[in-house]
């Protein structure tokens, strides 16, 4: 008896954890409003906080500490209008990166591409943002990345997918190349 409830429980996690989830498109554009204000905010991130035990922040500067915090994010999930670990979107994961490090910035990725300094991608550095169309037909800029490092011109950059959560990509990869919109310095 004992082995049969054992070999259910088995066969059950198992099928569970080789569900697929099935991508879906949208034919209008969703929009996202988030209530309350930063310390509301705050407040939620820090209830969302992993329960391991995280490094000591080895900081530097603004830069280094905005990147490190974000680069704590890789592996959580997407979810449209997400900011915490349970799930995140693109401009969400800026969002709590910076807010952490206390830098309010504008919620959405189009938001977002009218704040700082338009710069040339060949003079990105670690910190800087860069934006994206990604879907076909599109006028507006629907997404972004954060700079996490530079060397020997490869500009490798920490965003939210729809298909993989938050991973650092490379501005080599031909989509992300293609989709290239502009890169900005907000520091």
Known sequence: MHKRLLLLVCCAFLARC????KNTSY????RVHVAGGPSEEAAELDEAAPVTKMEEPTAETPVDAVVETA????GVRYKYGGTTRKGMDCS???????????IALPRTSHMLSEEGKKIKVNKVQKGDLLFFKTRRGRTKINHVGLVVDVED????????TTSRGVIVSSLREGYWNHAFVKATRLF
Request: charged share 30%; hydrophobic share 35%; proline share 0%.
């Open 27 to 30: 034919s209008e554009e969703r």
């Open 153 to 160: 011109e490869e500009v490798k950059f920490i965003h939210s």
């Open 92 to 102: 969400g994961l800026l969002y709590t990166s910076f807010l952490k490090n206390d």
């Open 18 to 21: 080789g569900v697929v989830k």
């Open 71 to 74: 680069l704590t994010f890789t």
